[in-house]
C-alpha cells in the first residue's frame, strides 16, 4: 500500500483546512487509515482513524469536535477536515495505514506540513 498526502499549509488561528491521503496499490488489504501529527520538538501523536469497512471513526480528544476523517471510495481517498483551526495544531501531518488483521500501522505516506498562526 502506498500513501500519498497532500494539502497542508499556512492558515490562521479559526480557519478550516483539509488534507488528503490518496491511497494505492494493494488497498483492499487495507482495514483502517489514520491521521498523525508531530509538532516540532514533540513525539509523533494520534489524531484519528476511520475503519476501511464501515468507515467507523476515532479521534483524539484534542480534535474531537473539530476534525473530522472521512472516506471517498472510489477514489481510495482519504480525508482530515480540520475545522477551527488552533496555533497548537501546528505539526506535520502523516497517513498511514493498516492491513488485515495487523494492529500496527505499517504503512506511511509522506508528512504535509499545517502551520496555523495566531
Known amino acids: 500500500v502506498q500513501l500519498q498526502a497532500y494539502g497542508g499549509g499556512l492558515v490562521q488561528a479559526g480557519d478550516s483546512l483539509r488534507l488528503s491521503c490518496a491511497a494505492s496499490?494493494?488497498?483492499?488489504?487495507?482495514?483502517?487509515v489514520g491521521w498523525f501529527r508531530q509538532a516540532p520538538g514533540k513525539e509523533r501523536e494520534f489524531v484519528g482513524t476511520?475503519?476501511?469497512?464501515?468507515?467507523?471513526?476515532n479521534y483524539a480528544g484534542s480534535v474531537k469536535g473539530r476534525f473530522t476523517i472521512s472516506r471517498d471510495n472510489a477514489n481510495n481517498t482519504v480525508y482530515l477536515q480540520m475545522n477551527s483551526l488552533k496555533p497548537d495544531d501546528t505539526a506535520v501531518y502523516y497517513c498511514?495505514?493498516?492491513?488485515?488483521?495487523?494492529?500496527?500501522?505499517?504503512?506511511w505516506g509522506q508528512g504535509t506540513h499545517v502551520t496555523v498562526s495566531s
Open positions: 476511520i475503519t476501511w469497512i464501515g468507515s467507523i471513526t
Open positions: 496499490g494493494r488497498t483492499f488489504s487495507t482495514s483502517a
Open positions: 498511514a495505514a493498516k492491513t488485515g488483521r495487523r494492529p500496527s500501522y505499517d504503512y
